[in-house]
């Protein structure tokens, strides 16, 4: 099975932007379609963006559609989320997923999580 790794999150101030990165071993990354999302104290995990396998298709959730992008490079087995216009309501704890099915948005079709990483967004 595949173990992913979750690196980037900080602390930045609102605006700024951050990358994260999602890294796999143990198997191929080409062969899962991928998924970040996100929790906060206190709320239910929330679906941020998903990439399919070959990277041509994307989703994003309605409150990071157009300041946050997914990528991926399956060559270096490594996942990537761009952050950008960052505001105080992203602040999180973000997390990968990876399944070997279709893309989803859901994050009880996942089947592979990191560990996460923190975002902190003061005002």
């Given at each position: 099975?595949v173990q992913?790794?979750?690196?980037?999150?900080?602390?930045?101030?609102?605006?700024g932007?951050?990358?994260l990165?999602?890294?796999?071993?143990?198997?191929?990354?080409?062969?899962?379609?991928?998924?970040?999302?996100?929790?906060?104290?206190?709320?239910?995990?929330?679906?941020?963006?998903?990439?399919s396998?070959?990277?041509?298709?994307?989703?994003?959730?309605?409150?990071?559609?157009?300041?946050?992008?997914?990528?991926?490079?399956?060559?270096?087995?490594?996942?990537?989320?761009?952050?950008?216009?960052?505001k105080?309501?992203?602040?999180?704890?973000?997390?990968?997923a990876?399944?070997?099915?279709?893309?989803?948005?859901k994050?009880?079709?996942?089947?592979?999580?990191?560990?996460?990483?923190?975002?902190?967004?003061?005002?």
């Open positions: 099975q992913l790794v979750e690196s980037g999150g900080r602390a930045v101030q609102a605006g932007s951050l990358r990165s999602c890294a796999a071993s143990g198997r191929t990354l080409s062969n899962y379609a991928l998924g970040w999302f996100r929790q906060a104290p206190g709320k239910e995990r929330e679906f941020v963006a998903a990439i396998r070959s990277g041509v298709n994307t989703y994003y959730g309605d409150s990071v559609k157009g300041r946050f992008t997914i990528s991926r490079d399956n060559a270096k087995n490594t996942a990537y989320l761009q952050m950008n216009s960052l105080p309501e992203d602040t999180a704890v973000y997390y990968c990876a399944r070997t099915s279709l893309t989803s948005t994050a009880h079709e996942y089947d592979f999580w990191g560990q996460g990483t923190q975002v902190t967004v003061s005002s």
